[in-house]
């Protein structure tokens, strides 16, 4: 009789012990942090896909392999016109904020140094170096959009837009798996 009233105190004490809770709710759609993220999200994708829809401009490099060129138009393809959407989403929506990057100057620093480096590795590389290096930072860019595209699109309160940023996502996810296999098959050969 005792361990019936003793055993449901004490799984209710280990309980309480635990920390045992709800998580935390979601914000609500459309509150503040939701578009302060959705519009950070916006603006480092815009950022990136302005970058990469640029990437096509080394079709003037002579390609060992076909493959590669095909997949860096195709990134360059898809970066500009996700560009476009994101565009197309301020235009219509004044709310959506495409230059407010709000990265810590320690961080711009950092990302501006990484920029000058990998400029100058491509750059100065030819033949299996040069693709091997593209092809790095090209699964670097793709997973980063990827993701980005992602967290836009959990925080996206319009259903239309939230799916054109999730379909964005996966195609960039295709894109980082497409790259990553040609990067594969480079390290193999």
């Known amino acids: 009789m005792i ?3 003793i055993f449901p105190l004490l799984v209710a004490m280990l309980l309480a012990a635990c920390g045992c809770q709800s998580p935390p709710a979601a914000p609500p759609p459309g509150s503040s942090i939701v578009l302060t993220t959705r519009n950070n999200c916006y603006s480092l994708l815009h950022q990136l896909l302005s ?3 640029d990437v096509s401009k080394l079709r003037f490099i002579m390609w060992k392999r076909p493959e590669v060129k095909e997949l860096i138009r195709k990134i360059s393809a898809a970066s500009e016109a ?3 959407t994101l565009e197309g989403f301020a235009k219509r929506d004044p709310s959506i904020i495409l230059d407010d990057i709000a990265l810590p100057s320690g961080e711009v620093k950092t990302r ?15 033949g ?17 959009g990827w993701h ?11 259903p239309e837009r939230a799916r054109a940023l999730a379909g964005l996502s996966e195609e960039m996810q295709n894109l980082y798996h497409e790259a990553f296999m040609l990067l594969l098959s480079k390290t193999k050969s």
């Open 3 to 5: 361990m019936k009233i």
């Open 51 to 53: 970058e990469e829809k």
């Open 82 to 84: 996700g560009a476009k």
């Open 112 to 126: 501006a140094a990484i920029s000058s480096t990998k400029e100058k590795e491509i750059l100065g590389q030819t």
């Open 128 to 144: 299996d170096k040069f693709e091997l290096t593209l092809l790095l930072t090209q699964t670097e860019a793709l997973s980063y």
């Open 148 to 158: 980005l595209a992602k967290v836009a699109s959990e925080n996206e309160p319009q």
